[in-house]
């Protein structure tokens, strides 16, 4: 009898410690969800800008080369032995200084016997011209005394223009580039003796396409630089072709540097250009930072103000837009958001929709150029 009431109470007493350890595990579990899901996620730090309705100012976008607007090849007229350069690489000259001058002794000893023919010619005219006058000679006789001071005069004309033909000189005022030639050459005519620019303006040569064309006119502005996101000269359009490249389909127009600073722009030299078009008014804009290309299209963070366990916080919600034109660091934006409101501009890799978030502005990114962030600049 006693043995039964011991084997029952330590059944009854197992039971008991299975069921006490289910009650616990259950328990546990049941405390570590609680805990889990009312526990709140830690806030991300962020930067934050603000959706602007501003002047936006387009533009047309292009690449052009730039050219001097004064600018040729240097070459002889004349050919002969080269007796003297005048200049040194990269010297500034002015116009009509003489640059090379070629060996003229010879043309120089033809217009000394040309002037001595004249002076004959000039002498035998005048007294055939006082005979005329009396009477004593024959008007055929006139007549060959005048046409041969005439040719005479033109054979000296003609030995001058040779002369000045062997002293290349400046065309304008400007810089020329190292000699191509040397001091005793031979150098036939048309061969090239240096490059030479007046870099104190520039032109630009550059092209649109057909359906942009028309937003091009004579005087606009143009902004020109040797990055896309630093233009800082400025020129203004000169010149556009009446007709459409039937192979490229692009207009050629050209642009003037009034002031080249520096010479900062050298010939040939490639640049890019922006034609400003008329500015546009409440164009809604964010930093091109603030948006993220997805598989389903462009969306943004918004920051909004909710409540959690009765503390405000700042929460962020997913919304997709629809973007437009780019222009520096800003994105037009079309549909999707409004003026006023704030979105996460940098941080978003850590981000989901609902998540807190803390902001943090100590760095301006809308201030960066996105084309230089893509570029690690």
């Not at 942009?212 to 000169?238: C, H, N, W, Y």
């Not at 072709?241 to 520096?262: C, F, I, S, Y």
């Not at 962020?316 to 437009?324: D, M, S």
């Amino acid at each position: 009898m006693k043995r039964r009431i011991v084997v029952s109470l330590v059944f009854i007493l197992a039971i008991g410690l299975c069921a006490g350890l289910i009650w616990f595990n259950f328990f546990r579990d049941k405390m570590i969800q609680n805990f889990f899901a009312n526990m709140q996620q830690p806030a991300q730090v962020v930067s934050a800008a603000k959706v602007e309705a501003k002047t936006w100012t387009p533009g047309i976008n292009a690449i052009g080369t730039a050219k001097a607007a004064n600018g040729v090849e240097l070459a002889v007229q004349a050919g002969g032995l080269v007796k003297e350069i005048n200049f040194k690489p990269n010297q500034r000259v002015k116009q009509g200084e003489v640059l090379v001058q070629i060996d003229d002794a010879v043309d120089r000893a033809d217009l000394a016997n040309a002037q001595a023919t004249v002076r004959l010619s000039e002498a035998n005219f005048e007294r055939s011209k006082t005979l005329a006058s009396r009477g004593y000679a024959a008007e055929a006789t006139f007549d060959q005394t005048q046409a041969q001071l005439a040719t005479a005069r033109a054979q000296e004309a003609r030995a001058k223009a040779i002369i000045e033909q062997k002293a290349l000189k400046a065309p304008f005022s400007g810089v020329i580039g190292i000699p191509r030639i040397d001091v005793g050459q031979y150098v036939q005519p048309g061969t090239t003796v240096a490059s030479f620019q007046d870099l104190q303006s520039m032109k630009v040569d550059f092209t649109v396409p057909e359906q942009l064309a028309s937003s091009i006119q004579l005087g606009q502005e143009v902004r020109l630089g040797m990055t896309e996101g630093d233009l800082p000269f400025v020129g203004k359009v000169v010149g556009k072709d009446p007709r459409v490249d039937p192979k490229t389909r692009l207009v050629a127009v050209q642009a003037l540097v009034e002031e080249n600073k520096d010479g900062a722009i050298l010939p040939g030299q490639f640049l890019h250009v922006e034609a400003v078009l008329p500015p546009e008014p409440d164009v809604i804009t964010v930093p091109q930072t603030a948006v993220i290309t997805s598989l389903y299209g462009d969306y943004v963070y918004t920051i909004e103000q909710e409540e959690k366990a009765g503390q405000p916080v700042q929460v962020v919600k997913q919304v997709f837009v629809k973007t437009g034109r780019r222009r520096g660091g800003s994105l037009e934006i079309l549909s999707g958001i409004a003026p006023g409101q704030q979105v996460v501009a940098s941080g978003q890799n850590k981000l989901q929709a609902g998540a807190t978030v803390k902001i943090d502005n100590s760095i301006d990114v809308t201030k960066f150029d996105a084309t230089k962030l893509a570029n690690g600049q």
